[in-house]
């Protein structure tokens, strides 16, 4: 990251303006661990830290969660600028759960790697008979045994809307572009439900009244937006709607949860 770089941020202030360091996000939402590679200096660690605060905050209100919903009920860790692949400026490793960023990741990258992990962290509590390595989104796209539970109903509602048409009949105009690109480049990648349910989680958060290009960016002026590889008009505006009802009950179970536990 650039130390000069600048991020568009609109939002509510979450800190004052004391330094912000990677303890500190740690501590705040309850990552397990948060490694930083070594070729990061100290300046650009100390400006990345408070950009991951104010990100991982507005994620936080977006969704209307609690901080254990960033963190996975302190289950997930993050790297940064550390842990890549070549290539690679972010991934999710399901084996370790954790996300992490290259140290000259541009911006964008938190949303989607973030939904990868609750993709992930939700398959064995959604469904039954999975395995430790499917993300959910893949689990309901092949009918896997579901565990009844109002939430699920609103996770699957999610899914739904996402890789199926209005009708529910049939593959959603996303899921058809998504599958031309892939047989275009020859290999599935757009077409994976993990990487379909991420884009249109990337966009639901982009449309959100809190702005953050750190958080998220790309899901309207892009190449692969204008491809059509992020959903747009009516179905976009279905898939923020299934998205806004799942946080929003998610976020209050989890907080009448801590509320129970106090």
């Given at each position: 990251?650039?130390?000069?770089?600048?991020?568009?941020?609109?939002?509510?202030?979450?800190?004052?303006?004391?330094?912000?360091?990677?303890?500190?996000?740690?501590?705040?939402?309850?990552?397990?661990?948060?490694?930083?590679?070594?070729?990061?200096?100290?300046?650009?660690?100390?400006?990345?830290?408070?950009?991951?605060?104010?990100?991982?905050?507005?994620?936080?209100?977006?969704?209307?969660?609690?901080?254990i919903l960033i963190s996975l009920r302190e289950t997930l860790s993050f790297q940064y600028g550390t842990g890549g692949r070549p290539g690679i400026m972010a991934?999710?490793?399901?084996?370790?759960?954790?996300?992490?960023?290259?140290?000259?990741?541009?911006?964008?990258?938190?949303?989607?790697?973030?939904?990868?992990?609750?993709?992930?962290?939700?398959?064995?509590?959604?469904?039954?008979?999975?395995?430790?390595?499917?993300?959910?989104?893949?689990?309901?796209?092949?009918?896997?045994?579901?565990?009844?539970?109002?939430?699920?109903?609103?996770?699957?509602?999610?899914?739904?809307?996402?890789?199926?048409?209005?009708?529910?009949?049939?593959?959603?105009?996303?899921?058809?572009?998504?599958?031309?690109?892939?047989?275009?480049?020859?290999?599935?990648?757009?077409?994976?439900?993990?990487?379909?349910?991420?884009?249109?989680?990337?966009?639901?958060?982009?449309?959100?009244?809190?702005?953050?290009?750190?958080?998220?960016?790309?899901?309207?002026?892009?190449?692969?937006?204008?491809?059509?590889?992020?959903?747009?008009?009516?179905?976009?505006?279905?898939?923020?709607?299934?998205?806004?009802?799942?946080?929003?009950?998610?976020?209050?179970?989890?907080?009448?949860?801590?509320?129970?536990?106090?």
């Amino acid at each position: 990251m650039a130390a000069s770089r600048q991020f568009y941020r609109r939002g509510p202030v979450h800190r004052d303006q004391q330094p912000i360091s990677f303890v500190d996000v740690r501590r705040a939402f309850g990552f397990k661990s948060i490694p930083i590679g070594r070729w990061v200096t100290q300046q650009e660690r100390d400006r990345a830290a408070g950009l991951f605060y104010d990100a991982l905050a507005d994620l936080m209100a977006i969704l209307r969660g609690p901080e254990i919903l960033i963190s996975l009920r302190e289950t997930l860790s993050f790297q940064y600028g550390t842990g890549g692949r070549p290539g690679i400026m972010a991934h999710y490793e399901p084996a370790s759960r954790t996300f992490s960023l290259a140290k000259n990741a541009g911006p964008g990258s938190i949303a989607h790697e973030w939904f990868h992990a609750l993709d992930h962290y939700l398959a064995d509590k959604a469904f039954s008979d999975v395995s430790g390595g499917i993300y959910a989104s893949e689990a309901w796209l092949r009918d896997a045994p579901p565990v009844p539970h109002p939430l699920n109903d609103r996770l699957f509602a999610c899914f739904r809307a996402i890789m199926l048409d209005e009708s529910g009949e049939n593959p959603s105009e996303l899921f058809r572009i998504s599958s031309t690109a892939d047989k275009a480049n020859g290999c599935l990648y757009y077409s994976d439900p993990a990487e379909l349910s991420a884009r249109a989680f990337e966009a639901f958060v982009q449309d959100a009244s809190i702005s953050n290009n750190f958080l998220v960016a790309g899901t309207k002026a892009t190449d692969e937006a204008r491809m059509g590889l992020y959903p747009n008009g009516e179905h976009r505006q279905r898939i923020n709607a299934a998205f806004a009802e799942y946080f929003s009950c998610l976020g209050g179970a989890l907080r009448a949860n801590l509320a129970r536990s106090d």
